[in-house]
Protein backbone atom coordinates (compact mmCIF):
# COMPACT_ATOMS: atom_id res chain seq x y z
CA UNK A 1 0.00 0.00 0.00
CA UNK A 2 1.23 3.54 -1.40
CA UNK A 3 0.19 6.90 -0.18
CA UNK A 4 0.58 9.86 -1.66
CA UNK A 5 -0.05 13.34 -0.61
CA UNK A 6 0.84 16.28 -3.32
CA UNK A 7 1.83 19.93 -1.63
CA UNK A 8 2.99 23.12 -3.57
CA UNK A 9 -0.43 24.19 -5.33
CA UNK A 10 -1.17 27.77 -5.63
CA UNK A 11 -1.92 30.74 -7.61
CA UNK A 12 0.56 32.23 -9.57
CA UNK A 13 0.45 34.75 -12.65
CA UNK A 14 1.19 33.57 -16.15
CA UNK A 15 5.25 33.20 -16.68
CA UNK A 16 5.51 32.45 -13.02
CA UNK A 17 6.64 29.10 -11.71
CA UNK A 18 5.82 26.63 -9.12
CA UNK A 19 7.25 22.93 -7.80
CA UNK A 20 5.06 20.61 -6.40
CA UNK A 21 5.98 17.61 -4.24
CA UNK A 22 4.26 14.04 -3.67
CA UNK A 23 5.17 12.36 -0.93
CA UNK A 24 5.00 8.57 -0.75
CA UNK A 25 4.50 6.36 2.55
CA UNK A 26 5.63 3.14 2.37
CA UNK A 27 9.27 1.65 2.13
CA UNK A 28 8.96 0.15 -1.67
CA UNK A 29 8.44 3.61 -3.36
CA UNK A 30 11.83 3.53 -5.25
CA UNK A 31 10.26 0.79 -6.97
CA UNK A 32 7.26 2.67 -8.67
CA UNK A 33 7.23 4.54 -11.42
CA UNK A 34 6.16 8.04 -11.01
CA UNK A 35 3.62 10.63 -12.93
CA UNK A 36 1.67 13.31 -12.92
CA UNK A 37 -1.63 14.24 -13.84
CA UNK A 38 -4.12 17.06 -14.53
CA UNK A 39 -7.76 17.72 -14.48
CA UNK A 40 -9.16 21.23 -15.51
CA UNK A 41 -13.67 21.42 -15.16
CA UNK A 42 -14.83 19.79 -17.85
CA UNK A 43 -12.40 17.91 -18.88
CA UNK A 44 -10.79 14.32 -18.99
CA UNK A 45 -7.87 13.80 -16.81
CA UNK A 46 -4.43 13.64 -18.61
CA UNK A 47 -0.98 13.02 -18.75
CA UNK A 48 1.55 15.46 -17.86
CA UNK A 49 4.78 14.21 -17.08
CA UNK A 50 6.56 10.58 -16.02
CA UNK A 51 9.77 9.32 -14.33
CA UNK A 52 10.72 5.53 -13.32
CA UNK A 53 11.76 3.81 -10.61
CA UNK A 54 15.51 4.72 -11.19
CA UNK A 55 14.79 8.81 -12.44
CA UNK A 56 16.75 7.43 -15.90
CA UNK A 57 13.51 7.67 -18.10
CA UNK A 58 11.34 10.58 -18.24
CA UNK A 59 8.67 11.74 -20.48
CA UNK A 60 6.53 14.77 -20.79
CA UNK A 61 2.95 15.93 -22.90
CA UNK A 62 4.26 17.98 -25.74
CA UNK A 63 2.50 20.80 -24.08
CA UNK A 64 4.91 20.94 -21.09
CA UNK A 65 7.73 19.60 -22.81
CA UNK A 66 10.32 22.17 -22.21
CA UNK A 67 8.85 24.03 -19.63
CA UNK A 68 7.88 21.28 -16.63
CA UNK A 69 10.86 19.19 -15.07
CA UNK A 70 9.67 15.63 -13.12
CA UNK A 71 12.64 14.52 -10.92
CA UNK A 72 12.87 12.14 -8.22
CA UNK A 73 14.64 11.61 -4.51
CA UNK A 74 13.92 8.08 -3.35
CA UNK A 75 15.46 8.48 -0.36
CA UNK A 76 13.19 11.33 0.61
CA UNK A 77 9.88 9.00 -0.95
CA UNK A 78 9.02 12.27 -3.09
CA UNK A 79 8.92 13.39 -6.25
CA UNK A 80 8.83 16.93 -8.19
CA UNK A 81 6.79 18.65 -11.00
CA UNK A 82 9.14 22.01 -11.64
CA UNK A 83 6.74 24.02 -13.54
CA UNK A 84 8.24 27.52 -15.15
CA UNK A 85 6.68 29.27 -18.54
CA UNK A 86 3.15 28.36 -16.45
CA UNK A 87 0.17 29.48 -18.95
CA UNK A 88 -3.23 29.84 -17.97
CA UNK A 89 -4.18 26.89 -19.96
CA UNK A 90 -1.87 25.11 -17.21
CA UNK A 91 -5.03 25.84 -14.77
CA UNK A 92 -5.66 22.28 -13.20
CA UNK A 93 -5.56 19.94 -10.36
CA UNK A 94 -2.61 17.97 -10.40
CA UNK A 95 -2.52 14.65 -9.56
CA UNK A 96 0.24 12.15 -8.43
CA UNK A 97 -0.08 8.41 -9.04
CA UNK A 98 2.47 5.89 -9.25
CA UNK A 99 2.39 2.01 -10.58
CA UNK A 100 4.31 -1.12 -10.54
CA UNK A 101 2.57 -2.28 -13.19
CA UNK A 102 4.62 -0.30 -16.21
CA UNK A 103 8.11 1.10 -16.30
CA UNK A 104 6.76 4.58 -16.84
CA UNK A 105 3.17 5.62 -16.27
CA UNK A 106 1.61 7.41 -19.19
CA UNK A 107 -2.23 6.47 -18.71
CA UNK A 108 -4.44 7.05 -16.14
CA UNK A 109 -5.65 3.41 -16.59
CA UNK A 110 -2.05 2.34 -15.32
CA UNK A 111 -1.66 3.68 -12.04
CA UNK A 112 -1.90 1.58 -8.87
CA UNK A 113 -2.26 4.71 -6.54
CA UNK A 114 -3.54 8.41 -6.61
CA UNK A 115 -2.66 11.35 -4.66
CA UNK A 116 -6.06 13.94 -3.71
CA UNK A 117 -4.51 16.39 -5.77
CA UNK A 118 -3.50 20.19 -5.80
CA UNK A 119 -4.81 22.93 -7.27
CA UNK A 120 -2.76 25.15 -9.80
CA UNK A 121 -4.20 28.28 -10.88
CA UNK A 122 -2.49 30.36 -13.82
CA UNK A 123 -3.90 34.01 -14.07
CA UNK A 124 -3.45 35.89 -17.48
Known amino acids: QVQLVESGGGLVQAGGSLRLSCAASGRTFSSYAMGWFRQAPGKEREFVAT????????YYANSVKGRFTISRDNAKNTVYLQMNSLKPEDTAIYYC?????????????????WGQGTQVTVSS
Open 97 to 113: AATLSTIVLLTPVDANY
Open 51 to 58: ISWSGGST
